[in-house]
């Protein structure tokens, strides 16, 4: 188990609420002070919860609803630079990847990752810099 020294807030976005809910299960166990204070299913939401809350986490789909994850992290980043994003999506395409970072991302994560990875990617030095 992974903890930091305050509480990190993230805002946890895919329009799967099963996979929400292993995702979350996942943080629980491996997170000790990982505080979700928002989950939500588009990326309109997601734009609307991040301002609302200003969270130092994203973990948020590419392919959502009404507002794509892609467009979602370019609007974050404009409004809210300190906030570090996390591209998730099902798809390996590098385009995919490249457009997630130059939206503004700060990490990618394919889906089907295991645990390790998960940690990993959220852990990294490009996360957690504060």
């Known amino acids: 188990m992974h903890s930091f020294t305050k509480p990190v807030t993230l805002i946890l ?13 996942m943080l629980k166990k491996n997170f000790k002070n990982i505080e979700l204070i928002s989950e939500v299913a588009n990326g309109n939401t997601l734009i609307e919860q991040a301002c609302k809350y200003k969270p130092d986490l994203v973990i948020t789909d590419i392919f959502m609803p009404f507002t794509s994850g892609i467009e979602a992290t370019r609007i974050i980043q404009k409004n809210l630079s300190t906030t ?28 089907d990752a295991d645990t390790p990875e998960i940690v990993e990617v959220t852990l990294s030095k490009y996360i957690f810099t504060n």
């Open 13 to 25: 976005a895919d329009d799967h609420h099963y996979y929400r809910d292993g995702f979350k299960m």
């Open 84 to 111: 570090n994003i996390i591209a998730l999506t099902m798809s390996y395409d590098q385009q995919l990847m490249l457009e997630a970072y130059d939206a503004g991302a700060n990490g990618f994560l394919v889906k």
